[in-house]
């Protein structure tokens, strides 16, 4: 949250409600009691003229909104580029200002613009960064065009492991090794049924199936072991030209096009980001590859603008929070109140760092479930406190200017970090 000093020149304060269609502004001008409301549609004309009204008082100007979605990104680029202030309001905290100040749990656009005025006007709001002035509105794109890429290609995925295999070819499964190749959905959009591979010889089968499976090793083993378990599967003997097998191949289809797609966008990140200083800062750091290195780009911008790493820490949601009333004290946990997204980037990159040979990560890892190392419970929290101690070496490496130096820190006399000492260890 920002303050507001008393002691600054008089500002128009303007309270922006979002919706899709139309926003509703409600005006605070210094010296005048009566508040201006008004609506205007999300359009460049209303946007000019909102422009033009909040120039004309000659006065620096403060405008607060709520993010909504992302309807609120062009009239808020709009408006920066005018030269105005920009402060963004929390939907907690406008949600329980509302709650405490109108002393109900109702909602309407009017009374939420009162709310966002009353915000500005205590500085109960925060900073805005507009991805497109501060350039990074490329890298959130292409970091949010490739998480839907991945999602999309799990579920199609997912819906080939438990609907279309266990019909048409169960046993095929054991031939799967990673999501990231693509020589499995294509072996299986050409052979989609194991009674179209034994309708051939093997010596016929292998010379078909010998391009199709890509580079590898003792490919013919491999390709002789498909042929062996396919003429003991279990799938149900469907014909090569019905529809059932055309729908297979649609989805195997689909599969392939989102795999393409990945590692179009994929090489795509690289080429944008390898002359870009902070990537190679962040993929110094063991775990953390082009892909994790661009989320951390584009979801936090510019580390440096974070004075100390617990503001960091704070911003991913992985500060310490404690529930105490009275004697009654909880336990110390993660807040998870902070951009989900970066979070479960830094917790995949310290899982990842950990299965790596020497670095101050596993270092950590190891000594923190030395005591017991089949506890899931302890195991848990140890990956807790690798992705903190990731996210503190994340805004060192940027901060300073120098890349990730492998050491090892020095053990806690009980060989591993305190839980109330986890995140901050």
Request: hydrophobic letters at 40%; a positive charge.
């Amino acid at each position: 949250m920002t303050a507001i000093n008393s002691t600054t020149a008089p500002t128009v304060l303007v309270a922006i409600d979002i919706s899709k269609h139309r926003h509703e502004i409600l005006i605070s001008v210094p010296g005048k009691q009566r508040r201006r409301r008004l609506t205007i549609r999300n359009a460049l004309e209303d946007f000019e003229r909102l422009r033009e009204l909040l120039a004309a008082y000659s006065l620096p100007v403060r405008v607060g909104f709520e993010a909504t979605g992302n309807y609120h990104r062009s009239l808020a680029h709009h408006l920066g580029r005018s030269g105005f202030e920009l402060k963004l309001v929390s939907s907690v905290a406008l949600a329980r200002t509302r709650e405490a100040l109108h002393n109900s749990w109702d909602k309407n656009d009017p009374k939420d613009a009162q709310v966002i005025l009353h915000m500005l006007e205590i500085g109960a709001v925060q900073f805005f960064h507009d991805p497109l002035a501060a350039g990074t509105n490329d890298i959130q794109e292409l970091s949010k065009t490739h998480e839907i890429v991945s999602r999309s290609k799990t579920e199609l995925w997912h819906r080939i492991l438990t609907h279309y295999l266990p019909l048409y070819f169960p046993e095929a499964e054991r031939f799967h090794r990673s999501s990231r190749t693509d020589w499995f959905l294509a072996f299986l959009e050409r052979f989609p049924s194991p009674h179209m591979i034994t309708a051939l010889s093997q010596e016929v089968f292998i010379e078909a199936a010998w391009d199709v499976v890509g580079r590898k090793v003792s490919k013919e083993r491999l390709l002789s072991d498909i042929y062996a378990t396919a003429a003991g599967s279990v799938g149900l003997p469907v014909h090569p030209d019905s529809d059932a097998v055309r729908m297979f191949r649609l989805v195997l289809a689909e599969g392939r096009s989102l795999v393409r797609q990945r590692d179009e966008i994929e090489a795509r990140a690289v080429e944008l980001l390898s002359d870009h200083a902070d990537y190679r800062l962040l993929t110094s750091i063991p775990g953390i590859g082009p892909i994790n290195a661009m989320t951390i780009l584009a979801e936090a911008g510019d580390l440096r603008r974070f004075g100390h790493h617990r503001q960091f820490l704070k911003f991913c949601g992985m500060d310490l929070a404690t529930v105490q009333s009275g004697m009654f004290r909880g336990q110390s946990r993660i807040s998870k109140y902070g951009n989900a997204r970066l979070r479960r980037t830094l917790w995949m990159a310290g899982q990842t760092a950990v299965l790596k040979r020497t670095n101050s990560f596993r270092d950590k890892f190891e000594r923190y479930i030395s005591q017991d190392r089949h506890n899931p419970h302890l195991r848990r929290k140890a990956y807790t406190a690798v992705a903190a101690k990731m996210a503190r070496t994340v805004h060192a490496v940027i901060k300073h200017g120098e890349p990730y130096r492998p050491f090892f820190e020095g053990a806690s006399p009980g060989g591993r970090t305190p839980l109330f000492r986890a995140v901050e260890a």
